[in-house]
């Protein structure tokens, strides 16, 4: 079965710093689809961004960024110029082909310190 | 923007009642999920469908059922309630491309007496 890992409960970072959140997985497949989700407290949860295996470039997505290295299977967020709105629990999911089946981690969640 | 509305914000029910919670999306997507979400453990796949009145199980179906009669709708149901379902649940829906992201409801806080 494939597994996500998430191996930071918790971070803080400081209002425009930026933070990496980690997360690792487990897969004997070639073809498949990583994507990290936030949820705010209390309301739904969003798609921040999604990276393909087959790309090689990261993804990126205005502050957010990833750093993807399928060798390592490890997918990693990086959001730049932090703002208290980022405070979220993130999520990071894994899909295999053709994609209707998605495994979570358990989630970090983001405080940002004004 | 797709729309997946489900039909409780907040539900309290008692052990033992036949619980449904409804599902609606908006997109024509083919595949619809529903997860229970626990504080330290995720998102844990339930059920999904990938088309009308087609199911597969998830990776935590013991104790649920589901139901898709319409392409836009789908269902849980907690046969007989219990107290350890008390939870958070979540529906998403999905179109057929292999990369589109899930889009979720709001999430139903179910709690179980």
């Known amino acids: 079965a494939q597994t996500v890992t998430q191996s930071q409960p918790e971070m803080s970072v400081q209002e425009a710093e930026t933070v990496t959140l980690s997360c690792t997985y487990d897969?004997?497949?070639?073809?498949?689809?990583l994507f990290w989700y936030k949820q705010p407290p209390s309301r739904q949860m969003i798609l921040v961004i999604r990276q393909e295996a087959y790309k090689q470039q990261n993804a990126t997505e205005n502050r957010f960024s990833v750093n993807f290295q399928k060798a390592a299977k490890s997918f990693s967020l990086k959001i730049s110029d932090s703002q208290l709105g980022d405070a979220a629990m993130y999520f990071c999911?894994?899909?295999?082909?053709?994609?209707?089946?998605?495994?979570f981690g358990t989630g970090t969640s983001l405080t940002v310190i004004p | 923007d797709v729309k997946v509305t489900q039909s409780s914000r907040y539900l309290v029910k008692r052990t033992g009642e036949k619980v449904f919670l409804e599902c609606v999306q908006d997109m024509d997507h083919e595949n619809m999920f529903w997860y229970r979400q626990d504080p330290g453990l995720g998102l844990r796949l339930i059920y999904f469908?990938?088309?009308?009145?087609?199911?597969e199980k998830g990776d935590i179906p013991e104790g649920y059922s589901v139901s898709r009669e319409k392409k836009e709708r789908f269902s849980l149901i907690l046969e007989s309630a219990s107290t350890n379902q008390t939870s958070m649940y979540l529906c998403?829906?999905?179109?057929?491309?292999?990369?589109?992201?899930?889009?979720f409801g709001d999430g139903t806080r179910l709690s179980i007496l």
């Open positions: 999911a894994y899909s295999k082909w053709p994609g209707n089946q998605f495994y």
């Open positions: 998403a829906s999905k179109g057929r491309e292999g990369n589109q992201p899930q889009h």
């Open positions: 897969t004997s497949e070639s073809d498949y689809y």
């Open positions: 469908s990938y088309d009308v009145k087609m199911k």
